[in-house]
Nanobody, 115 residues
Framework: QVQLVESGGGLVQAGGSMRLSCAAS????????MGWYRQAPGKQRELVAH???????NYADSVKGRFTISRDSAKSTVYLQMNSLKPEDTAVYYC?????????WGQGTQVTVSS
C-alpha cells in the first residue's frame, strides 16, 4: 500500500496555470502507473493523465496540449502542470497509484477555474 498526498490546488482565473503535486509515502519504482483523475460535481471520475513505469504518458483528449504529467522518482512525487486552464477544468483532482493488484488514491485537491 502507498499513501498519496496531493497539494497545489486552489483558485485560478481562466487562462492561468497551476501545478499539482502528489507525494507518495514510499518508492514508486514498483508502481505500474501513476495517474491524475478528476471529478466534477455530478460527474463521474475521469482519467486526466497517467505515466507508466517506462515513462510513457497518456492524456485525456480534453487536456492534450495543455496539461503535462511528470514524475521525480527520487522524490517519489508526481506532478501535473496545468496551463491554459478553463472553467470546465474545475474539479477535485485525485492522484492514483496503480499496480496489477491494487489501486491507491489520495484524498484529492480542489481546483477551481473562474471565468
Amino acid at each position: 500500500q502507498v499513501q498519496l498526498v496531493e497539494s497545489g490546488g486552489g483558485l485560478v482565473q481562466a487562462g492561468g496555470s497551476m501545478r499539482l503535486s502528489c507525494a507518495a509515502s514510499r518508492s514508486i519504482f514498483s508502481v505500474d502507473a501513476m495517474g491524475w483523475y478528476r471529478q466534477a460535481p455530478g460527474k463521474q471520475r475521469e482519467l486526466v493523465a497517467h505515466i507508466i513505469s517506462g515513462g510513457s504518458t497518456n492524456y485525456a483528449d480534453s487536456v492534450k496540449g495543455r496539461f503535462t504529467i511528470s514524475r521525480d522518482s527520487a522524490k517519489s512525487t508526481v506532478y501535473l502542470q496545468m496551463n491554459s486552464l478553463k472553467p470546465e477544468d474545475t474539479a477535485v483532482y485525485y492522484c492514483n497509484a496503480h499496480t496489477s493488484w491494487r489501486d491507491d488514491w489520495g484524498q484529492g485537491t480542489q481546483v477551481t477555474v473562474s471565468s
